[in-house]
Nanobody, 126 residues
Framework: QVQLVESGGGLVQAGGSLRLSCAASGRAFSSIAMGWFRQAPGKEREFVTAISWSGGITYYTDPVKGRFTIPRDNAKNTVYLQMNNLKPEDTAVYYC???????????????????WGQGTQVTVSS
């Protein structure tokens, strides 16, 4: 079992940066892929980025490529979402997600993750 707790959300002006953190409990963290998703009001939850258990494979949705990164620190049981050059369209609740499969490649869909955090609000003003 893995429990995930996000932090670091807030209000930022367009062009600014934020770093979200996702702290995980449980020994499985270092063996599972992790992802970040977001959900804007009235929209479905969408994939943002994901990283493999080793950190060697990462995926990004096109709108965030070149602006967001997803480092992870297995020693600290934490995955991050570094967001730079934020835009108003990045406004959403951001969710951290963990795979239910050990040593699998990261998924890019909601159904590919078993564990979810409670979400943290990111608001980007223009």
């Amino acid at each position: 079992q893995v429990q995930l707790v996000e932090s670091g959300g807030g209000l930022v002006q367009a062009g600014g940066s934020l770093r979200l953190s996702c702290a995980a409990s449980g020994r499985a963290f270092s063996s599972i892929a992790m992802g970040w998703f977001r959900q804007a009001p009235g929209k479905e939850r969408e994939f943002v980025t994901a990283i493999s258990w080793s950190g060697g494979i990462t995926y990004y949705t096109d709108p965030v490529k070149g602006r967001f990164t997803i480092p992870r620190d297995n020693a600290k049981n934490t995955v991050y979402l570094q967001m730079n050059n934020l835009k108003p369209e990045d406004t959403a609740v951001y969710y951290c997600a963990g795979s239910g499969s050990i040593l699998s490649n990261p998924a890019v869909s909601v159904s590919g993750y078993r564990y979810w955090g409670q979400g943290t609000q990111v608001t980007v003003s223009s």
